[in-house]
């Protein structure tokens, strides 16, 4: 990944984009920036399960990766899902280039809990760290600390650690930060 081009979607509160903008760099070891750009998504919201259809979110995406060393990550604060599941965090092209990603269910608040930011915007760095380990062909990893680990709630989330394991690392040809 040469650089790493970040789109907030609709209204992501509490400036999410600009504080992973300054923590991806070390992490995925290239250079971050934010792109304000119109991303069409209402159409995409199902009345049935209020929630957004996130693989024709992250199609929309696809037009941005212009150049081939280019890496894209949505970010929204709308719960997403795909049709065989209750719901994503994310979603990701293995070996592509784009990758979206949800807050939503990131927030204290979503569970009846007391608003916590600082963990917030861990689980948001964590969730975007992941999407795009599945961008540069990284598929999920065992090692349960590793950011590559599969996550079905905040609580694997939070078990995690937020940079890749060695041997992610290793596949990805950039040092461990370990
Ligand atoms: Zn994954
Ligand atoms: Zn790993």
Redesign the pocket.
Known sequence: MQNLVLIPIGTVIQNVAGFLSLSLPEILNAPCKVLEKEVVFDPFYSSERKQYHSTEILRQLLPFAKDKEQHILGIIDEDLYIPILTFVFGE?QLGGRCALMSGHRLHQEFYGLPQDESLYLLRCEKEAV??LG?TLGLK?CSNFECV?R?SNSVADIDIKRNVFCPSCSEVLGIPSLW
Do not use: R
């Open positions: 990701a992941h999407e599945h999920h590559m599969y």
